[in-house]
Each structure stands twice: as structure tokens, then as C-alpha cells.
């Protein structure tokens, strides 16, 4: 069965410093976004992505993140110059058809800025 | 926005038994989606289910539109049952995709 897939599955990293989360959807998906869940807390949408440029994006997603598919298949989230509150699981997730339909979520990057 | 309540928020059961968790949902909705946080994390899909029931194993969900709400069924319950279970709704006149999460469902299971 298809599944999305993230790496790294734990990165750690010092504040300031830029990181590059990396996604694989699911081949045949059109329709790209990323979550971000905070330890303890409740999963929150970061951004949406069709047709190579953002659809929509939440107020958590500030300048310091961009997202990008560079090469039709992987799907990256960056944020420029991590802070101590960047610490969290972030999620990626895609839809064929869009998000009337079933996301299929992958199983996260964990994200410790120190 | 819509408004996503869960409940229980915390669960505790014995191996063997059965539950049933709750999405109520305050406006209707295109999308809603139930899943299955493990202990390590990772969120793992268990139903897309805007409308109707469906079953997988021993879990069910039933989603009634009309009344704004969603149930989740686990039956015959195991140990590796235990982690968060979230509840997922994108509201009519939505984006894209942007599903709003309930805070979940911690479920403890033991032995």
C-alpha cells in the first residue's frame, strides 16, 4: 500500500540554525500540506501546496518557513533560523483530490532545537 | 472556525473491553477523518468518514452529518491500542485542506 514517507525521523539542531524537513507523498497525489503538532498539544496545519505554489497557509507559517517541491517527488518544509519554540512533530501529509478528500499522513519528523 | 470537541479526554481500560470515543463537531462538514497516535508519535490513519459507517477489524466509526457528530468504536481492546486518538474535520466553504484536530483521546490499555 502507498504511504508518504518523512526524514529524518528525529532531527536535532541549535537555535538559529536552518533545516530542511523532507517529505515523499504518495506518488499520484497533487495536493501537498504540512502539520505541526507541539509536545502535548493538539496537531496544527501549517500550509497547503497544489500546483507548485502555497494554496494556504496558517498564521504560524511566518516568514521563517517556505516549503518546495524540487523535483516532482519530494516535498520540503525549511525554517530559516530555528527557535526553541520550533521544537515539535511536524507532519506531512497528501490528497489526491484535495483536502475534500482522505490525507494520508506520514509518520513525522520530530524537530528538538536546542 | 469550527470548533472540534473530543471525549473523553482520557480513557483507561482492561484488556478485553470495549469503547466508544466521541467527535462533536459544531457546523458541517466535507471531510472528517479519525486517527491513531502510538506512543512513538506517529499518527496513523484509521477512517475517512464524512458520512455513514464503516468497519475495520475491531474498530468502527460512525459519522451522523446531521447531527454533527462522529463515534469511534474499538472493540475487544489490546495493549497496543493505547496512544491518542484524534478526530479531523475540514468545514464546508473550507480550503484546501486545512483540517482542524480535536485535542484527542488518550486511551490506556492494560494488561
Known amino acids: 500500500e502507498p504511504e508518504v514517507t518523512q526524514t529524518p525521523s528525529h532531527q536535532v539542531t541549535q537555535m538559529g540554525q536552518e533545516v530542511i524537513l523532507r517529505c515523499v507523498p504518495i506518488?499520484?497525489?497533487?495536493?501537498f500540506y504540512w502539520y505541526r503538532q507541539i509536545l502535548g498539544q493538539k496537531v496544527e496545519f501549517l500550509v497547503s501546496f497544489y500546483n507548485n505554489e502555497i494554496s494556504e497557509k496558517s498564521e504560524i507559517f511566518d516568514d521563517q518557513f517556505s516549503v518546495e517541491r524540487p523535483d516532482g517527488s519530494n516535498f520540503t518544509l525549511k525554517i530559516r533560523s530555528t527557535k526553541l519554540e520550533d521544537s515539535a512533530m511536524y507532519f506531512c501529509?497528501?490528497?489526491?483530490?484535495?483536502?475534500?478528500?482522505?490525507?494520508?499522513f506520514g509518520p513525522g519528523t520530530r524537530l528538538t532545537v536546542t | 472556525g469550527i470548533q472540534v470537541e473530543q471525549s473523553p479526554p482520557d480513557l483507561i481500560l482492561q484488556e478485553g473491553a470495549n469503547s466508544t470515543l466521541r467527535c462533536n463537531f459544531s457546523?458541517?462538514?466535507?471531510?472528517l477523518q479519525w486517527f491513531h497516535q502510538n506512543p512513538w508519535g506517529q499518527l496513523i490513519n484509521l477512517f475517512y468518514i464524512p458520512s455513514g459507517t464503516k468497519q475495520n477489524g475491531r474498530l468502527s466509526a460512525t459519522t451522523v452529518a446531521t447531527e454533527r457528530y462522529s463515534l469511534l468504536y474499538i472493540s475487544s481492546s489490546q495493549t497496543t491500542d493505547s496512544g491518542v486518538y484524534f478526530c479531523?474535520?475540514?468545514?464546508?466553504?473550507?480550503?484546501?485542506?486545512?483540517?482542524?484536530f480535536g485535542k484527542g483521546t488518550k486511551l490506556s490499555v492494560k494488561p
Open positions: 457546523d458541517s462538514v466535507n471531510n
Open positions: 479531523a474535520v475540514l468545514g464546508y466553504g473550507g480550503s484546501q485542506g486545512n483540517l482542524i
Open positions: 506518488s499520484n497525489h497533487l495536493y
Open positions: 501529509a497528501s490528497s489526491d483530490h484535495g483536502g475534500f478528500y482522505e490525507q494520508y
